[in-house]
């Protein structure tokens, strides 16, 4: 495993080579201070002819609040104090749910080891009837590194692709097959089998992949090409000329599995918890949902709403109650 | 049954398996299922990740594609369902679900499965209010307002999951139920996520969406992600009703609480994924109205009687059976050793899972039809939606506190 101290030397390196690169050629880099440029990339692709994909795609990120928060910044600073939220402390016990289904009941505070413990592995004659058209129904199980018992159809690992339908109207570099709802067998040449060869049976890794028998993929799965993702430089840049860098295997993957295990997890979440009567949803929400209805008028009146709650300083319950009634009741007079 | 719940995936299979494997040993017990609450980045190769909408630094390629090649092998069932950053490509081809890699199932963009007699329900995407009630107008390759779009709750699907009348025992949504934080202890959530304290009081924190189905569906158990914490809720229908507990998890991060163990009371094993009789019914019933462009579904157009479509489909499932067609790749997986992938293309081909799913339903394939304004779809879409993709209030710089810390250690990594 390579130290800190390694690594940092062999990124200030590698920016090093790529400001470089970026000052001695005409490559188009990222706009976007802060980010590596792609000491491989030798010419930017070429653009598709849509004139909206001009524009940088990935400057923006889709906030998880931001459909419904007007505070879009959030300060560093204002969430320190984030880690190991606890419920709240109550010495009742939490109610069973009531099960309108057959299969009552949390019972996790205590977990027994289970009996069995199945895969996907069963096969029926009746299931197979669809299947019936050969590729989908090889009786070879793929044995992975992990000694998986799920049995995967080689054909379908090993590296052939269904390609488009006929009359497709995108460039494909497999053969169409896709198009034929009666899949062709194994081995016909609607198969791609691209560099890789044939399909391939066992313990094998990826087929083709240059790294023959064994199983270069044990452990934690980590590859070969971890710790060196920094190398993994594709050349392949995307539709805004921006550079990408694909990292194999997240950091924490170095970590093992002991620190994002928590006992927490396996204790009942809902313990310290009393059960609260759903109130409903406002009016809005109500007209959410009414096929048949105008789309625009039910949008608006759906954007007031929001906006008039927005205005309001913290109303309680029963101002809500009433701001749902009042909607109810001019919704069903504009019926 | 013991199933393992996990919140946003985002593409670390490897070290989730890992934390459950290491649950196993640890407490002495078997997980049977894991569950995805979304954002599971079901990345194949370079050219997925054009379909995903993530900034540059969280654009990695990750462990999905090892496990789509067949170099790992998922130890446990999984089911998923999609979120905000999905190769929406892929999930757009298993848009009534079906294996994304081997043992690895996506719900579908809608769907209902049952694992054992367990029945499983899911809502993929987040909501948002300006396309809600807009049709399936999105085609891979994607610009810059369908990359974000596609990922948006439609009418269209939460109307097919309003349909389902048989109890749904567990459901899953990538983002919250509206008001979900009533019947839990967000006072003591806003203490870390202060920023949820406004969206808490004026109660525009969640899906209006998922609300609608939490309150028709009442399931026992509800899972969602999206917001990068942990909550739970208890939700009782009605004084004396039904109670739902509702549990909201984080993402894989160490020391986050990211998974959740519980055991539900089913019949015995061997548990698999099977088709759900009900949810292909309305599925056959609900197809003709498949919106497609942005005009949303008629949904008066559907004449057929649901009990005649329960009929059908029953016949057809006894004849077949219920185990899903089998995983089938349609596009090369990322190759490590080949770093020129220019060679990829923004293919869209139809999944066998699909096509072999619709032959079953007598259903016609729909998902690569060109809609009337496809041509026009870059255009109009600013129009239509009343705002260009500037205003868009959901894109805005990721300054979500988590991944401010997570980019601060790694610039204190890599400097």
């Known amino acids: 495993m390579e130290d800190s101290e390694k690594r940092r030397e062999r990124l200030k390196a590698m920016r090093t080579i790529a400001a470089q690169a970026e000052a001695s050629s005409y490559v188009e880099t990222p706009a976007v201070s802060g980010f590596l440029a792609n000491p491989l990339l030798e010419s930017p692709a070429p653009l598709p002819p849509q004139e909206s994909r001009a524009t940088p795609r990935f400057d923006f990120y889709t906030d998880p609040m931001a459909a419904f928060s007007a505070n879009k910044k959030r300060s560093q ?133 240059g790294r023959g028998g064994g199983s270069p993929f044990s452990g934690r799965g980590q590859g070969q090409w971890h710790g060196s993702r920094a190398n993994q430089v594709s050349s392949w840049s995307d539709r805004r000329g921006r550079g990408s860098r694909f990292h194999g295997t997240a950091r924490d993957e170095k970590l093992g599995p002991e620190p994002f295990y928590d006992k927490s997890m396996v204790e009942d979440p809902w313990q310290n918890l009393d059960p609260v009567v759903w109130r409903g949803v406002d009016g809005a929400l109500n007209n959410l949902h009414t096929p048949g209805s105008s789309n625009s008028v039910s949008m608006k009146k759906q954007r007031v709403s929001e906006s008039s709650n927005k205005s309001s300083s913290q109303p309680n319950l029963a101002e809500y109650l009433a701001a749902s009634f009042n909607e109810t009741v001019k919704d069903a007079a504009g019926v | 049954m013991k199933i393992a719940v996990e919140g946003c995936m985002h593409g670390d299979l490897d070290i989730v398996y890992q934390t459950i494997q290491h649950m196993e040993r640890l407490n002495g017990i078997k997980i049977d299922l894991l569950l995805c609450c979304g954002d599971f980045q079901a990345v194949r190769n370079a050219r997925d990740m054009e379909s995903l909408n993530v900034p540059p630094k969280y654009r990695e390629m990750k462990s999905f594609w090892k496990y789509y090649s067949g170099q790992e092998v998922a130890p446990i069932p999984t089911i998923f369902i999609g979120g905000n950053h999905e190769a929406s490509n892929y999930l757009w081809e298993l848009y009534y679900g079906g294996w994304a890699a081997p043992n690895i199932y996506f719900l579908g963009f809608a769907g209902v499965v049952k694992f054992g007699n367990v029945r499983i329900g899911g809502l993929s995407g987040i909501y948002n209010a300006r396309d809600y009630r807009l049709g399936h107008h999105e085609r891979p390759p994607y610009n810059e307002n369908t990359i974000r779009s596609v990922y948006h709750v439609r009418e269209y699907d939460v109307h097919k999951l309003m349909q389902v009348e048989e109890p749904i025992d567990i459901f899953l949504s990538h983002d919250w139920p509206l008001g979900i934080t009533d019947c839990g202890n967000w006072q003591q959530l806003v203490r870390y996520k202060r920023h949820f304290e406004n969206e808490i009081r004026e109660r525009t924190l969640g899906s209006k969406a998922a609300a609608q189905l939490l309150e028709k569906l009442r399931p026992p158990y509800w899972f969602s992600a999206h917001l990068h914490c942990k909550f739970a809720a208890l939700v009782q229908h009605g004084e004396g009703g039904p109670t739902t507990k509702f549990l909201a998890l984080d993402k894989c991060l160490p020391r ?85 992938s220019n060679n990829l293309s923004f293919d869209c081909p139809r999944n066998p899972q699909t096509e072999s799913l619709l032959q079953l339903l007598e259903l016609p394939y729909l998902l690569d039809s060109v809609s009337e304004s496809r041509g026009t779809t870059y255009d109009l879409t600013p129009l239509i939606r009343g705002a260009s993709s500037v205003e868009n209030s959901e894109e805005i710089p990721i300054d979500d506190v988590d991944e401010l810390e997570e980019s601060a250690e790694v610039d204190d990594t890599e400097t």
Not at chain 1, 139 to 155: G, L, N, T, Y
């Open chain 2, 256 to 340: 986050r609480k990211f998974l959740q163990i519980i055991d539900i009371e089913s019949e015995s094993g061997p548990y698999e994924i099977q088709y759900d009789e009900e949810w292909l019914a309305i599925t056959r019933k609900f197809n003709p109205i498949f919106p497609l462009t942005y005009k949303n579904a008629n949904f008066g157009g559907t004449q057929i009687e649901m009990q005649d479509c329960r009929q059908w489909v029953r016949s057809r499932l006894q004849t077949r059976g219920a185990k899903p067609f089998e995983f089938a790749q349609t596009v090369p997986s990322y190759d490590p050793s080949q770093l020129d």
């Open chain 1, 77 to 209: 600073a204002g969430n320190q104090a984030q880690q190991g939220y606890v419920t709240p402390p109550s010495d009742r016990n939490s109610p069973m749910a009531r099960f309108s289904s057959p299969h009552p009941g949390i019972r996790n505070t205590e977990m027994t080891p289970s009996p069995a413990h199945q895969m996907q592995s069963n096969y029926s004659p009746s299931q197979r009837m669809y299947q019936a058209q050969g590729s989908y129904d090889s009786p070879a199980h793929f044995r992975s590194p992990r000694a998986s018992p799920f049995p995967m159809h080689q054909e379908n690992v090993a590296g052939y692709y269904y390609g488009n339908p006929p009359n497709t109207h995108i460039r494909s570099p497999y053969p169409n097959c896709g198009g034929n709802p009666s899949f062709q067998p194994v081995g016909s040449p609607g198969f791609y089998y691209g560099e890789r060869g044939p399909p391939q049976h066992g313990n094998s890794p990826i087929p083709g992949s």
